[in-house]
DNA sequence: CATGAATGAGGCTTCATTCAT
DNA sequence: GATGAATGAAGCCTCATTCAT
């Protein structure tokens, strides 16, 4: 008698888990092209070859991490459209997006670490090309609506902003003075009320 | 007669310059793990071994083009400091940062490649950790000294929105609407008469 | 009620037949080496495991597939022997071993790929070399029986003219003049009348 | 100083020729497939990597040894094509073919070894087809050219039992009895004097 | 009987580095 | 200073086979 389809699944799934996760673990801590196939496995406590029935090449342990990092970025969108104010807008941004960052930190690492060498990964170029687009044009779109005047360039430095934000948080998590730094940059964007 | 001291000072001189460029092109476009030795010496124009004259590991050479980036660094702080009010020092900052990085846009690249992943070559981590303590010292210094309520936030913010555009900057030279993004950053600095 | 003994068996000599029909497409299409054991329970419609029910190794597969072949031997030197004549008996020979190859055509030609690398198989050398001797041997004695001179030599030739028309004949099926290479061999061994 | 350029060319030759002869010993006795890498580099008594420096992969390796044995076609055929009756054309290909085989008879077991294999060396089916039908219409005019009638038969005829016979004396080099075949064939093609 | 997850040896290839000339 | 042949460790991946269910 056949195991269960069922029993199957479970198993598969449990251990492609395992794999995403030692995969991330190493990723983050010493590069993606530093990290062999065999370490991976090891890290995961399975057989080499067996990861091979879960990923055909070790780029696609690669994209299906960046894929979940995709995820973040839309609940971040999502969280930040609550904001009724520019000022809360940007505010719920970055709040939304420390949070995502800081629960999927080490995805985050190898996203930032690949951002500027995509040559690494076939087609990785013309992902980031279309996400930073698509991030680009959410902003302005957000901050338009938001009544904020010349919101391509506004949204052009709020990108910058973010972006660097987001890797300094990556990088020494405890240190950084978040919440200071969402106050500061989101008080930019609130209405002089004085006028 | 044997080639004379200077003109051999020269040939060696011109040979590392030549070897360097080749590695900044290469590194650049392909990726510093990615370029081989092999394809160093030929994209210079050079026999194989010829390279372990100049350099005594293609680490040694990676080190010797990120070293030359951190005087573009300086000579960008030198420049903000001449900037007498706040948003005169920003956009003096930003604005010397973005020619360095035009001028120097390989390196950059590369600079910017290695951020993430510093565990590829010995000794970066701490090398990047260094530096970005000095230039946050230095912002919060400047904007101290210039009035800036709040420094250590400030420059914090200042340091991730430099550290955002420059990146953007390497990645779409051509597109990136330096000259408006380095206005809006300013002014924000601008201290608001009376009002 | 568990299945009875007859209704396994059908489903067992079945699923034999199944895997040793996809053995034969697949070893004749990529060769034997380049064909996995996973390939063969895919292409055969059954689960990986499921073959080492059948056989114990992927040699095993090879062996019985081969075995198969040597009976076609057989029945092509039984129709040969009812040739009257020499000529006869020639044509009858080749007739039928064209038969048999347009029948069994991936078997042959999976058979004469390891003919020349018999290293593949443990034991295949061995196997090939009695072979050989049996037909040789065959050949001479029914030459002779027909009173043909310098039978030994000429079962020498007759034997490489057979396996060459042989090898042809798997290559190219469709366009290989058999009956008429067939009328030209056997023309050779009709008794010249007297002229 | 560096080494000259005539030295270099001809350790890179010297080299060039170990690894091929190492490379055809190998892959007669075990078979292509079967031969790795490491085995071939240690064969030749070189390092696993400087295989590399020679041909870019192990296929080419094979190639390099197949074309060598293209040559040996040409220099029978031209000898063939001296003789001036069928049969004496007939006994110098043989002659020769026989000839070129002993000389080079581990290539040319190599050779048919992938002859019914040809999947394993990308293109090569191409080449075996582009080859075989070179040999047929040589054959076909050559025997047209003296008077032999049905030439396309009769070269078809010819070219199976001239592949028979070398496969046989590739196999067993020593016992074939080479000469007497050669008079049994070539005696076919000589025109009886009385008619 | 049947399933497919799991194992780990071994294959091909790349690469930084050394060294004789 | 200059050349490129030579080295061998290490990387990614495939595959026959085993075994728990």
Excluded at 20 to 43: D, K, M
Excluded at 60 to 73: C, F, K, N, R, W
Excluded at 123 to 143: D, N, Q, V
């Amino acid at each position: 008698m056949p195991r269960t389809q069922a029993a199957n699944d479970e198993v598969r799934e449990a251990t492609r888990q395992t794999l995403l996760e030692a995969a991330v673990r190493l990723f983050a801590r010493q590069g993606y092209s530093a990290t062999s196939i065999r370490a991976l496995a090891s890290e995961a406590g399975v057989a080499l070859g067996l990861l091979y029935h879960y990923f055909p090449s070790k780029e696609a342990v690669l994209e299906a991490l960046l894929a979940d990092g995709m995820a973040d970025v839309e609940v971040t969108f999502e969280a930040a459209r609550q904001g009724v104010t520019a000022a809360d807008f940007v505010r719920a941004l970055l709040w939304s997006a420390g949070e995502r960052l800081k629960a999927h930190r080490s995805a985050w690492q190898v996203s930032y670490g690949l951002r500027h060498q995509p040559q690494v990964v076939e087609g990785l170029a013309g992902t980031l090309e279309k996400s930073r687009k698509h991030m680009l044009s959410f902003l302005e779109a957000e901050l338009r609506r938001r009544d904020v005047p010349n919101a391509r360039i506004e949204a052009e430095v709020l990108f910058a902003t973010v972006e660097g934000i987001g890797q300094q948080l990556v990088q020494r998590p405890r240190a950084y003075p978040l919440e200071e730094v969402i106050d500061t940059v989101a008080s930019r964007y609130a209405r002089r009320r004085t006028r």
